[in-house]
């Protein structure tokens, strides 16, 4: 098993990285949960696949389940579904003494993490991420929210779980799609902060050979975003290095109404073409976007950007929560393991998209 600890000045919590541990996960959770009602939020597709196995698992360690799920999809992370939660959870007597359960990818946790954080002021939660992309991002860090039409993760709070239990094992049943979309932010780590991360990747010979390696992939990825967060808890400074990508990323999920690419297939687009883009203004070193482009194709991931409208991604870049009046903050590579930010002017960002 990996371990390891969040130390906040106001929140300490575990990470727990271990194969099969969703096999004890009733026994894990009775370690820091002793009252009896446990309320479980998840969504369809992993309510079908683990639903039943979980409510057996918890209710033979002695706790009252009850569960609620949404559909699977982004579109779930939305007002209309945050209140069928809270009234679900209500009718069933939920109190500030119990613990809210979310057992599902990105969407789930953010919608779970903001239920928890809001309802009857502040109820404990635990986080069960079951993609790759929330085991090694989404879950960790506090960051919870829901979407508005408009853009997202425009409403949402700071809001840390009591534990992270990450069991590997679950990402087997991913469908191909969703492995490599996590897969994007594993690469971003590497870009980012750990150049030998990026270079096992690449030599990496088969989806086997990954996924016997895939608790130390997780943990390394985990370890980055722990120093990070413990730096910058609240996002207004170098915890934004951890949005490579996502600049450009969120305004090409945005202008497809987020239905044509993944979170992880646009945050690859963007990670090439704003690396393409500060090569060509000497601010990275010449060759590091053909290594991400070559990282990127192994994993099945696009780099080229769709056709869009400059104008219609720009309305998008304004609504980045790195924004403000007059600048954005915009991360950059000096090179494979060196991430950093810039700010510029808003008339700027066209030189990098």
Known sequence: MYELNIKLPDKKYDIFIQKGIINNIGEEIKKIYKNKKIFVITDSNVNRIYGEQLKKNLANSGFEVYFVVVEAGEKSKSISVLEYVY??????GITRGDVIVTFGGGVVGDL??????????????????TSLLSQIDSSIGGKVAVNLPIGKNLVGSFYHP?????????LKTLEKRFLYDGMAEVIKYGCIRDKQLLEKLLLYESEEELFKNIEEVIYKCCDIKRAIVEEDEKDTGIRMILNFGHTIGHAIERYFDYEKYTHGEAVAMG???????SESLNETEKGTANIIKDVLIKYNLSYELP??????????INLDKKSNADSISIVLLDNI??????KIKREEIFDYI
Do not use: W
């Not at 009234?87 to 069933?92: F, P, V």
């Not at 779970?112 to 991420?129: D, M």
């Not at 393991?337 to 810039?342: D, H, V």
């Open 87 to 92: 009234n679900q959870l209500l009718e069933n």
């Open 162 to 170: 009591e534990v992270v239990y990450i069991d590997p094992e679950l």
């Open 112 to 129: 779970g993490g903001f239920v928890a954080s809001t309802l009857l002021r502040g109820i404990k939660f635990i986080q069960i991420p």
């Open 271 to 277: 990670m090439y073409h704003i690396t393409q883009k």
């Open 337 to 342: 393991g060196n991430g950093y930010l810039k």
């Open 307 to 316: 056709d869009m409208k400059k104008e219609k991604i720009l309305e998008a």
